[in-house]
């Protein structure tokens, strides 16, 4: 068994696991995401004393472990796994946790919609303006001031709008316009609060719009889902 890990170097064996790139060198072990490849991943007290150990005795110990990384995809990423979700009224896909379901729109313009049991929500909104003689455009939404988009998405029905963040985005190459803002409900006393992360591409005046919704509380924990979601869209433009 040596000379297997001889010829290839068990220190410097680079595996993927989910998209996840775990590095294994010198009786340390770190896991790497694709954004910051310097952060190293804080494993259970047991899993950090264990695994140095297990890389310092033979090679078929260090075999064992490796197939056991592997053969067991959630050791490290509960929650991790993903699905391609494809659009109904137009041609585009995204990525959707697996611990979303599909649950059927009540808006006659939510093409797609997903929940899970932590309240969260994810749709996909087409609207279309035919009807209009000036064109769309996404850099055009971005210079709405603030407080007029505040008083225009109160005006459908949402309470309490106060706008983090708005502006232009690039998700894959992609441009996009992207509003990030919270709601709460009448009294704005905190209850019933949410998250919105939403991003959007115009064509022929037509607005395809990604949302992510979630409790304001753990925007934080969800925004490497967020991010994949929305690094996912892909909108196939006729």
Same mark, same amino acid.
């Given at each position: 068994?040596?000379?297997?890990?001889?010829?290839?170097?068990?220190?410097?064996?680079?595996?993927?696991?989910?998209?996840?790139?775990?590095?294994?060198?010198?009786?340390?072990?770190?896991?790497?995401? *694709?954004?910051?490849?310097?952060?190293?991943?804080?494993?259970?007290?047991?899993?950090?004393?264990?695994?140095?150990?297990?890389?310092?005795?033979?090679?078929?110990?260090?075999?064992?472990?490796?197939?056991?990384?592997?053969?067991?995809?959630?050791?490290?990423?509960?929650?991790?796994?993903?699905?391609?979700?494809?659009?109904?009224?137009?041609?585009?896909?995204?990525?959707?946790?697996?611990?979303?379901?599909?649950?059927?729109?009540?808006?006659?313009?939510?093409?797609?919609?997903?929940?899970?049991?932590? *309240?969260?929500?994810?749709?996909?909104?087409?609207?279309?303006?035919?009807?209009?003689?000036?064109?769309?455009?996404?850099?055009?939404?971005?210079?709405?001031?603030?407080?007029?988009?505040?008083?225009?998405?109160?005006?459908?029905?949402?309470?309490?709008?106060?706008?983090?963040?708005?502006?232009?985005?690039?998700?894959?190459?992609?441009?996009?316009?992207?509003?990030?803002?919270?709601?709460?409900?009448?009294?704005?006393?905190?209850?019933?609060?949410?998250?919105?992360?939403?991003?959007?591409?115009?064509?022929?005046?037509?607005?395809?719009?990604?949302?992510?919704?979630?409790?304001?509380?753990?925007?934080?924990?969800?925004?490497p889902y967020i991010y994949r979601v929305m690094q996912s869209f892909n909108i196939r433009w006729k």
């Amino acid at each position: 068994m040596d000379w297997l890990f001889s010829k290839i170097r068990i220190y410097e064996i680079i595996f993927f696991v989910y998209g996840r790139i775990y590095y294994a060198r010198s009786g340390d072990f770190f896991i790497f995401n *694709g954004m910051n490849l310097q952060t190293p991943f804080k494993m259970n007290n047991i899993a950090s004393n264990l695994l140095p150990r297990l890389f310092s005795i033979h090679g078929f110990s260090k075999l064992l472990l490796l197939v056991a990384l592997c053969a067991s995809q959630n050791l490290f990423a509960q929650d991790d796994d993903y699905w391609i979700a494809y659009g109904k009224r137009m041609n585009y896909e995204v990525e959707v946790p697996c611990r979303f379901n599909y649950k059927k729109p009540v808006g006659k313009n939510i093409d797609l919609n997903f929940v899970d049991d932590r *309240g969260n929500n994810i749709n996909v909104l087409i609207v279309s303006f035919p009807g209009l003689t000036e064109k769309i455009t996404i850099h055009g939404l971005a210079s709405i001031p603030d407080e007029l988009f505040e008083e225009d998405m109160e005006g459908i029905g949402l309470n309490n709008v106060r706008v983090i963040k708005r502006g232009i985005t690039r998700y894959g190459g992609r441009e996009y316009y992207f509003a990030y803002y919270t709601t709460s409900a009448s009294g704005g006393n905190g209850k019933s609060a949410h998250y919105h992360h939403q991003i959007s591409q115009i064509k022929d005046n037509t607005m395809v719009t990604l949302s992510y919704t979630c409790d304001p509380i753990r925007k934080d924990r969800e925004m490497p889902y967020i991010y994949r979601v929305m690094q996912s869209f892909n909108i196939r433009w006729k």
